[in-house]
């Protein structure tokens, strides 16, 4: 069975999907191809990677050729720690995406035997913990700036209020223009993707809950189901049956 696992910071996706259309995450992707290669396409790039590891930043336009891998996607917030910690990790890279882990036999050998064994959250949680190298001290990134952790701590308190331009700004003392420019700056992706991104993990603990898509959906702050799957395809590249439909046959746990 596929399992979606959404922690406070980070999110694991394991099992099948379709090939993924053109698309721009709100996060940091590791995609890996549990038992076979899979081919990436970036944007503005000469043409499609075959590999089994690669790390999408955030923002990245792209798409993804499954053929029918299982693939594991680990969704890297990129505020957090992780992010920088992989890219040092990550070997070879001609545009934005990033490929060849330095431990990739490893990572795939302890990820096939998660495949096989399905552990719970906890055991999950702790693998990605030990397959994320520590920055090495003279690459490890500076924090970012402390007005934008404050805009980000806001909005994550209540995904669902939709704090206008005006008032994110004026709460950290900055112009709505140089908001903007400064989040993108700092973050990699636009605010709005950003603050969209996280109402998907909303959607996703709703369901888990019980809640039908419709109303996971609204529940989040979208403004109905046609807006929520529009958002969801831009975002993913896939239609949002392909992990929520019954023939998705995915389990998501909120750890």
């Given at each position: ?14 099992g099948r ?7 721009r ?21 000469s043409g ?15 798409e993804?050729?499954?053929?029918g891998?299982?693939?594991a996607i680990?969704?890297?917030e990129?505020e957090s720690?992780?992010?920088?910690a992989i890219?040092n990790?990550?070997?070879d890279g001609e545009?934005?995406c990033l490929?060849g882990l ?6 795939l050998?302890?990820l096939q035997d998660a495949?096989e ?21 003279e690459?490890?990134?500076e ?7 404050r ?9 669902t ?10 709460y950290i003392?900055?112009s709505?223009t140089?908001l903007?420019?400064l989040?993108k700056?700092e973050?990699g992706v636009?605010?709005r993707?950003?603050?969209q ?7 996703a603990a709703?369901?888990a809950k019980?809640?039908?898509?419709t109303?996971?959906a609204?529940?989040?702050g ?12 831009n975002m993913?590249g ?8 019954r023939?998705?046959?995915?389990r998501?746990?909120?750890?």
């Amino acid at each position: 069975m596929s399992k979606l696992y959404i922690w406070q910071n980070r999110g694991f996706f394991m099992g099948r999907l379709p090939d993924i259309s053109e698309h721009r995450l709100g996060s940091a992707a590791l995609c890996v191809g549990i038992d076979q290669p899979f081919r990436v396409l970036e944007s503005e790039s000469s043409g499609w990677r075959e590999c089994r590891i690669a790390l999408v930043p955030p923002g990245c336009l792209h798409e993804i050729q499954v053929g029918g891998a299982i693939m594991a996607i680990l969704f890297i917030e990129p505020e957090s720690p992780d992010y920088p910690a992989i890219q040092n990790a990550m070997l070879d890279g001609e545009w934005q995406c990033l490929y060849g882990l330095a431990h990739e036999a490893e990572v795939l050998t302890a990820l096939q035997d998660a495949w096989e064994l399905q552990p719970d959250a906890a055991a999950i949680h702790a693998l990605i913990d030990r397959l994320i190298p520590p920055p090495a001290p003279e690459k490890r990134q500076e924090p970012l700036d402390g007005r934008i952790q404050r805009v980000i701590r806001l909005m994550k308190e209540d995904l669902t209020h939709s704090y206008s331009m005006n008032e994110l700004a004026e709460y950290i003392n900055l112009s709505p223009t140089r908001l903007v420019h400064l989040f993108k700056e700092e973050v990699g992706v636009p605010i709005r993707r950003f603050r969209q991104w996280h109402r998907m993990r909303v959607v996703a603990a709703l369901i888990a809950k019980g809640d039908t898509l419709t109303d996971a959906a609204l529940g989040a702050g979208f403004a109905d189901s046609s807006h929520f799957s529009r958002a969801f395809r831009n975002m993913f590249g896939i239609t949002p049956s392909s992990v929520f439909g019954r023939a998705a046959n995915v389990r998501i746990v909120i750890a």
